[in-house]
């Protein structure tokens, strides 16, 4: 017969069980879902166990959920898309990681979201701030409208990702965890080059220095533990400290911040005049418009920015340089 286990010494406890957020952290993990969901789902199930006193969701149900999602504090001021985040994170805890399904009462719905006209820039836009930002920032945002790249897109990118011959680079696991391809302007070529060099000789630092140099993707640093180190997994656009390791705890090289971009792109459409409001995603909507403008056949369009449905794609049309839906106004030919 089997010997039963050993029995525990005198005053030994076992393994603490894990927190309610950290086995929600593991849940989404093993999902693959991406870090921002992670961080917003988190956020929201912290929000909604505040929300009702610290009880533990196992204590609630459906009429709690509705509470919380319809009080003044979260539902009002706040957009559809900021609502129907709440929503999935609240329904993800509870049918994933709790096992309940919620049977959400009538008053309770998702906001649907109303579809809002991009705010594009002009050419001679585009060139105006573009040549009010230095240095990496410059960078970085003239690659986000030469390639039609979200702004994580293009801070994640790793030189093995840039192909300078073909002028092309490789968006690895975008949006919805779909790989493309999409132009990289060959203009760029010499700057991007230099820049390359300047954060090879940092990284040869880093290896001296012992720096683990970079996070890997998924399991990929237990099963090829020298890539780390290796120039190709290098970022592009690297951040200047080090950081911990979210997982371990260990000094890494993470990529920029999205925040110093964003900032830097900010102040210098206000120091051009513009009156649009401008942010990183602007170069985005740029770029598609101004392929559509030159003739490139909308289907392109749509495979180069990543879009799951045509009709995504199809709001551009409404704001080409002809007017909405390239209609002249009759006023013009007075």
Known sequence: MPQPPPAAPPGHQGPRPRRLLDQLRHAIRSRHLSLRTETAYVAWARRFILFHDKRHPRELGAAEVAAFLSHPATAQGVSAATQNQATSALLFLYRELLGRDLDMPHGVARPKRKP???????????????????GTQRLVATVLYGGGLRLMEALRLRVKDLDFDRGQLLVRRGKGGRDRRAPLARSLAPDLRAHLETVRMRHQRDLAEGV????????????????????????VFPASRLTPDTGTGELLRHHLHQTSVQRAVRDAARRTGLAKRVTCHTFRH?????LLESGTDIRTVQELLGHRELKTTMIYTHVLDQGPLGVRSPADHL
Do not use: I
């Open 212 to 235: 683990r140099a970079v996070r890997l993707p998924g399991a990929l640093g237990r099963k090829l533990p020298g890539a780390a180190t290796e120039w190709g997994w290098h970022w």
């Open 286 to 290: 740029s770029f598609a418009t101004h």
């Open 116 to 134: 809002v006209l991009p705010v594009v820039l002009s050419r001679d836009e585009v060139r105006a701030v573009l040549g009010a930002l230095e």
